[in-house]
């Protein structure tokens, strides 16, 4: 009696690889969270607004505090001048977001152009809200796209595309040039970008993250859907921000009263207070990521391992043929949790055609010890792999 677009679908990857991880010992290198509990400040805030603070209903868009303080912040990082009041949302998290955009703005037989590899949650959502997808594949090691590859993709029907950017699970920063040429397709086209930019605060050495939304001729017709629990490294606090034009966030309202509501008041004023204070961690929290990124490939470079390039988010990739690894990207994951204790990620699994199957994704944001480990193990699943 369950939806075939839910019922059919096999359990996420995350949850394989950390529930193959917590029942093995391993350690786990593979869903994307850190090692960090986050800022202390922050949590501190929260505590404090849960035994001081308002407890019950908040308005439904999301504590006003709160929204300003998205407003203020992606003022001051990104130029960006949004009305508080009538483009910002708080979601519970950037996939509530993401349901609330899809099946607020897709109708039946719309087609959705998407790029792969990409998260998970998209196609089943869109799927669900009557959307047909298109899919653009990306290839590695540089997950770029051209003309030619927007043209086969977008056609008379294509009425959105969905754009993650920073990458998940490449790491890849978008140049300018290609989210120029994506706007001018998606204007062309009349089409809305839906653009999942919650590793947009994790950016490493002198990439700068672009937001689409900034773009000329893309002001009206984008939505952007940021993520407190990335910005902070709070990923379970689940606080997302949704920003889109007024007549844009007048439908995506309606949706995301009808899902989750509100989200926890607590969260929201704590995130509210940090994003009025964080300069100083949005400067401290990538550089200490960045330094985790090089130890990690560094790590990998002296066991033989080829790594490749990460401008940003918390995952690192090893280009398993590469380095020696003639199994593909799932096999060897598998048997480096079972045989050696280090789970990761392949990243065949964000496909949903034409794999790619020599990729294998790391958290990075992990202590300096867990991921030296995590080195160790996975060079001796590479001899385990030799071997069989």
Known sequence: MANPIFANLPTTIFEEMSGLARDLGAINLGQGFPDDPGPEAIRRKAAEE??????QYPPMAGLPELRQAVAGHYRRTQGLELDWKSEVTVTSGATEALAATFLGLIQPGDEVVVFQPFYDAYLPLIRRAGGVPRLVTLQPPHWRFD??????AFGPRTRFVVLNNPINPTGTVLPPEDLALLAEVCIAHDAVAICDEVWEQVIFE??????????????ERTVKIGSAGKMFGLTGWKVGFLCAGAELTRALSR????LTFTTPPNLQAA????LS??????EEMPAGLQRSRDRLAEGLRREGFVPLPAQGTYFLNIDLLASGVTEDDRSFALRAVREAGVATIPVSAFYEQDHVRTILRLCLAKADATLDEGVARLARARELSRGG
Not at 206 to 219: F, K
Not at 271 to 274: D, F, H, I, P, T
């Open 277 to 282: 204070r964080g300069d100083g961690w949005f």
């Open 147 to 152: 003309r030619a590859m927007l043209e086969a």
């Open 255 to 258: 949706t995301h009263q009808f």
């Open 50 to 55: 849960v035994l001081d603070g308002y407890n």
């Open 271 to 274: 995130v509210a207070w940090g």
């Open 206 to 219: 002198r990439a700068r993250h672009v937001p689409l939304i900034a773009l000329p001729g893309m002001r």
